[in-house]
């Protein structure tokens, strides 16, 4: 286990969230194997998968977070195989259910809009806050893109950030408009007021109000309690990705550039924007046509 965890984080480039919930998956996983008396790999057969897999949902885990632990297993147990750790792929013929096609959840423009108009206030955690939704919605971030911004990475005179996204991979991500101002008067006044003297220096934009970095969590607080003030209810930050893609969409981008900014790696993932904007445009039709 530790040196496939090794090989995610070196040889995969996975993020040390990744590896995180691969650690937590396999350790449970070797737990359930242990309390069957199997201790050595080839030992593992296709039945103690299912059973494992019986066992997640009895304890109540939701299909997708079964699916999801099933596919850590299954990628475990091939890298056991390649290594030479195992003579046989317990779960070579194991099936994964493809899930359902589920929409992502997008605010509308004219809600986006009213979000950011009622988030006022001139102190610092209040232009912080603001920088954070206009970023997010301006550029397409991920919320671990966002709180890993540096101050290198904003190169704001030319209009664009430096984002580093999934498996360490960098990309540029352009910046304008109500973002790029946004951003640029927290930088000025906003976050030198955030940065405490007593605190461990850091390069990280985005401050807590003790002068740290400021986390994920914290970021799904703040997009949180935005959401409440235009009455959408638990507002994620990755809704306002969703949003930003899709009200691109609409206004004309082309997909690969939408593809690039967001840092897909396949186009097929960005794809899903297209069945979005499809809703879109058949709503506008039904409202619109005088006999639709």
């Given at each position: ?49 299912v059973a494992y897999e019986a066992d997640l949902v009895d ?10 632990r099933v596919s850590v297993i299954k990628g475990f147990h ?93 990309r540029i991500s352009p910046i304008s408009g109500a973002a ?113």
């Open positions: 286990m530790e040196e496939y965890l090794s090989h995610l984080r070196v040889e995969r480039g996975s993020s040390p969230l990744t590896v995180s919930a691969y650690t937590t998956d396999l350790c449970d996983y070797a737990s359930f194997l242990d309390g069957r008396g199997v201790g050595d790999a080839d030992d593992v057969d296709r039945a103690c998968v304890r109540g885990y939701a299909t997708s977070s079964v699916d999801r091939r890298f056991l195989v390649r290594e030479g750790y195992a003579r046989r792929n317990p779960t070579d013929t194991l099936q994964l259910p493809k899930p359902p096609e589920r929409l992502p959840d997008v605010l509308s423009a004219s809600q986006v809009g009213a979000m950011l108009a009622a988030c006022t206030g001139d102190g610092p955690p209040e232009m912080r806050n603001r920088a954070i939704l206009e970023v997010l919605y301006g550029c397409g971030l991920r919320v671990s893109e966002c709180t890993g911004l540096d101050l290198g990475d904003c190169i704001l005179e030319e209009g664009y950030l430096r984002v580093v996204g999934k498996g360490g991979k960098e790029l101002e946004a951003l640029g008067a927290y930088l000025e006044r906003g976050r030198p007021a955030l940065a405490k003297p007593y605190a461990k220096p850091t390069a990280a934009v985005f401050l807590n109000v003790r002068g740290g970095r400021l986390t994920r969590q914290s970021v799904h607080a703040i997009v949180a309690d935005a959401g409440r003030l235009v009455g959408v209810d638990n507002l994620h930050p990755h809704t306002l990705r969703h949003s930003f893609a899709t009200h691109m969409l609409e206004g004309g981008a082309d997909l690969r550039v939408i593809q690039e900014i967001l840092g897909h790696s396949d186009i097929s993932t960005t794809q899903v924007y297209t069945h979005v904007s499809r809703t879109h445009i058949r709503e506008e039709y039904l409202s619109a046509h005088p006999r639709a």
